[in-house]
């Protein structure tokens, strides 16, 4: 087999050396990795025009166990902090405490009754505990009902925050994305999160509090009246969700 490829190189001085194809019965026109597949590998070749796979190999049990060594060596163990759920190479689970914190509202078609977010303005206001899930298209956004480390079994609650789709997922609009899905990027996506400027709840998110009013007003009174605590009890579940059962969604 000969097969041209287009290769660009990585850092740390490394170079495309083996390329494995995975094969699967076709029959019934589909293939969905459930029937009896086999599986190759091949040497590549450097050539002028680029690199090329050459003629394989069946894929066997030693090949497997050496490359998994090899790619375990490539990403380094690292302590985990008490906030972190899920830490895998496909998604970043944490779970944020409750708390008071700058908020930046800049409210595109504010109200008259509207008593500090009239204007554009940084106020302190009380936020619920979060769950942030990072995956390697978005972040999750989801409220928890009690400011605790989280289990699989937790339910999930629609999060206050105005740059949030009633899908959970973050609005990031101009909002610089962060790189990777390590530990070292949580600080990235929490300030995507909380410290930029909202602007007007997405559509479907005044539906997700209980009460008159919508979410504009709850954080105008929060916000007028110096609140300590969010109430949590506003909020409506998500999906009726888990924790666990949003996480498997999501990085499905």
Not at 9 to 19: D, F, H, V
Not at 25 to 33: A, D, Q
């Amino acid at each position: 087999m000969t097969v041209s490829v287009e290769f660009e190189p990585t850092e740390g001085g490394m170079a495309l050396s083996k390329a494995i194809l995975l094969y699967q019965s076709s029959s019934r026109g589909r293939v969905n990795g459930d029937g009896p597949a086999f599986a190759s590998i091949h040497p590549v070749e450097q050539q002028p025009g680029g690199p090329v796979i050459g003629a394989g190999a069946p894929l066997t049990r030693a090949h497997l166990r050496r490359w998994s060594q090899a790619l375990g060596r490539s990403a380094p163990p690292e302590i985990l902090p008490a906030n972190v759920l899920v830490a895998h190479p496909d998604v970043l689970a944490w779970w944020v405490p409750e708390q008071v914190r700058p908020a930046y509202f800049d409210i595109t078609r504010p109200t008259p009754d509207l008593k500090v977010l009239g204007q554009r303005t940084t106020v302190p206001v009380p936020y619920p505990a979060h769950l942030l899930i990072a995956t390697r298209k978005t972040v999750y956004v989801v409220a928890l009902p009690k400011s605790e480390r989280p289990c699989a079994d937790t339910p999930v609650l629609h999060s206050p925050v105005l740059n949030v789709f009633i899908t959970g997922a973050l609005c990031w609009g101009n909002i610089a994305k962060p790189k990777g899905l390590t530990v070292a990027a949580i600080a990235e996506y929490e300030r995507a999160v909380f410290d930029s400027w909202s602007t007007h709840p997405n559509a479907g998110q005044d539906r997700s509090i209980t009460g008159k009013g919508g979410l504009v007003r709850l954080w105008d009174g929060l916000a007028a009246r110096w609140a300590k605590r969010f109430p949590v009890s506003r909020l409506k579940p998500f999906e009726g969700l888990t924790v666990g059962q949003l996480i498997q969604k999501v990085s499905a």
